[in-house]
């Protein structure tokens, strides 16, 4: 399994920034995927996930009602819509899924808000 996220970048206080996350290697629409972040000297966290048939979401506490997860089975692709960004954002973000007992991980992209 490979996965590979782009759309990361700076962004104002209050901005959006659309994360994509491209996967290959496995049969995408069959499982869960999510999102997490590391901020500087902080510990890895979940930021939201999605489910594989019903496509049930979840999030954080600290990004409901700002972020979005979705995912397009016919790209092989998850989204993470982030709007009403804030400077407490700024972290790597990571893709995640779980495959034949391992976990996999993206490279990470870049997110920074600042002013």
């Known amino acids: 399994a490979q996965l590979v996220e782009s759309g990361g970048g700076l962004v104002q206080p209050g901005g959006s920034l659309r994360l994509s996350c491209v996967a290959s290697?496995?049969?995408?629409?069959?499982?869960?995927m999510s999102w997490y972040r590391q901020a500087p000297g902080k510990e890895r966290e979940l930021v939201a996930g999605?489910?594989?048939?019903?496509?049930?979401?979840n999030y954080a506490n600290s990004v409901k009602g700002r972020f979005t997860i979705s995912r397009d089975t016919t790209k092989n692709t998850v989204y993470l819509q982030m709007n009403s960004l804030k400077p407490e954002d700024t972290a790597v973000y990571y893709c995640?899924?779980?495959?034949?007992?391992?976990?996999?991980w993206g490279q990470g992209t870049q997110v920074t808000v600042s002013s």
């Open positions: 999605i489910g594989s048939a019903d496509a049930t979401t």
């Open positions: 995640r899924t779980f495959w034949r007992g391992v976990t996999y």
């Open positions: 290697g496995f049969t995408f629409s069959w499982y869960a």
